[in-house]
């Protein structure tokens, strides 16, 4: 039997965005947005507007969710729902009320919120009028925004992150046009990745003040998609497009949270192809002063890069994908549904980078999972989804994370994504995640086989 430390967090995932539904917000994100300009660009045409009905459902949701296990709920405070208008920062009392009940549910049902600040989920109003993340203002407005979470539910809530995968925000809106506006702009995208960094690091000092003023031992995080490149090959061109892909899609937010500056290497080959980053010394001093207490790393797959194929000079304008491309190695495993790699060695790898590298600051597995389309393929007669499959992804994960925390990673909790199967961006429901079962069409929710066996694990302990 696999034993974790004592207290182990056994969690799960979920945003707001993706499970509330939009019932009485006040405002539109760039998704409500985007998907009232072109429903056809999200998967069956389904929106964000029902998600899994949390906003009229998280009563019976919440009590649900603790009988499949789940002893803490990650989710997020959609910025569009608690304030009425996000650019003077007046909250919405509907919004405020609505938190203060579903964090007053949760405690009632003994699970623990872990509450995230933004989850992609821009409000519309800020891009169209000042650029959204291209803009320092909007870093201002999203400290604003925090501070206010702090004040509000910080007596009840101990543990806050500001930002989900800021490395989704660039690929989706910035390069790789999957998500609105879909852009193609490499050095917007790395003026991108600055402001998230530096919009993390005002929220984490406001925090900080807020915490001393009122003697709270609550703790600040931030949630970082780490997915280690591993090169092609040993060949040296290979191992360097793979400390380039490592560089741009982890450390780039790893180091200014956790060391507080950014990777002298990557400064300096953006500083060489001209696209480096716009700073003050007082930015720099601001991200410096306020690093993260707890870090939490999703995890579902890992990156293999190679050299790149296109010659730097072939490209106008300047662009990550000219120093790695992607490479499939033969044989790999495959979660076929999503199209991602199964590898779960690279939770262990994760942990020892941390343990060894980040000075084995307190972390969790914020996010692991498996995404399966059509799973009413695997309904039982008693209306049980027969998830065998997820089990495994999970316990085979969880057996790297053990050898992790074995080797002495200080990693002290793991959150499935998600509780419930909600609505996934672009994706909608096209992979379902969760341990209990969603029924978009009745909204009847059933816990599946793999949510019995989370509750077993986390009463355990362990499997
Ligand atoms: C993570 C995000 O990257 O992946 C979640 O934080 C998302 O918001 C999850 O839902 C799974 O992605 P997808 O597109 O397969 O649903």
């Not at 409000?123 to 979470?149: M, N, Q, R």
Request: hydrophobic share 35%; glycine share 6%.
């Amino acid at each position: 039997m696999l034993k974790f430390p004592k207290d182990f967090a056994w969690g799960a995932a979920t945003s707001g965005p993706q499970s509330e539904g939009n019932f009485h917000k006040p405002n539109q994100n760039v998704f409500d947005y985007w998907y009232e300009k072109d429903p056809d660009a999200f998967y069956d045409g389904v929106g964000p507007d029902t998600a899994s009905n949390f906003y009229n459902d998280y009563k019976k949701d919440i009590p649900l969710m603790a009988k499949a296990g789940i002893r803490s709920l990650r989710t997020s405070i959609q910025w569009t729902r608690l304030m009425a208008d996000v650019d003077k920062g007046i909250v919405d009392e509907d919004g405020v009320e609505f938190y203060n009940n579903v964090i007053d549910c949760l405690l009632d049902n003994g699970i623990e919120p872990y509450i995230n600040l933004f989850h992609f989920d821009l409000p519309i109003d800020l891009y169209k009028k000042y650029g959204g993340w291209e803009s320092k203002h909007v870093t201002d407005l999203f400290a604003d925004y925090a501070e206010k979470c702090f004040e509000l539910f910080g007596s009840k809530v101990k543990n806050w992150f500001t930002f989900n995968e800021p490395k989704v925000i660039l690929d989706g809106e910035y390069l790789y046009q999957f998500h609105y506006p879909l852009k193609v702009d490499g050095p917007a995208a790395v003026q991108v990745a600055y402001n998230i960094n530096l919009a993390s690091a005002k929220a984490v000092a406001r925090f900080k003040k807020w915490r001393k003023e009122n003697n709270s031992d609550a703790k600040i995080g931030t949630i970082l998609n780490l997915t280690p490149a591993y090169p092609a090959t040993n060949d040296p061109e290979d191992v360097a497009a793979a400390e380039f892909a490592t560089l741009w899609d982890d450390n780039m937010y790893l180091d200014p949270a956790v060391k507080g500056h950014f990777p002298e290497k990557l400064v300096k080959i953006l500083d060489d192809a001209n696209v480096l980053f716009d700073s003050t010394p007082e930015e720099l001093k601001i991200i410096a002063d306020n690093t993260i207490d707890v870090l939490g790393v999703n995890f579902y797959h890992p990156e293999r890069v190679m050299r790149p194929s296109v010659s730097p000079d072939s490209l106008q304008d300047w662009m990550p994908d000219i120093y790695f491309d992607n490479y499939e190695m033969p044989g790999r495993v495959m979660n076929v549904d999503k199209g991602w790699e199964i590898y779960p060695k690279t939770l262990y790898d994760i942990a020892i980078n941390i343990r060894d590298n980040y000075g084995n600051l307190p972390w969790f597995v914020s996010e692991n999972g498996m995404g399966v389309s059509h799973e009413e393929r695997y309904l039982d007669d008693k209306g049980v989804v027969q998830d065998d499959y997820r089990i495994k992804f999970i316990k085979d994960h969880l057996t790297e994370l053990h050898r992790g925390i074995e080797a002495g990673s200080n990693c002290h909790g793991f959150f499935v994504w998600t509780g419930i199967d909600c609505w996934s961006w672009k994706n909608a429901y096209r992979n379902r995640y969760g341990l209990i079962r969603n029924d978009i069409h009745t909204q009847t929710k059933t816990i599946k086989k793999s949510g019995q066996w989370y509750a077993k694990l986390s009463e355990n302990n362990g499997f």
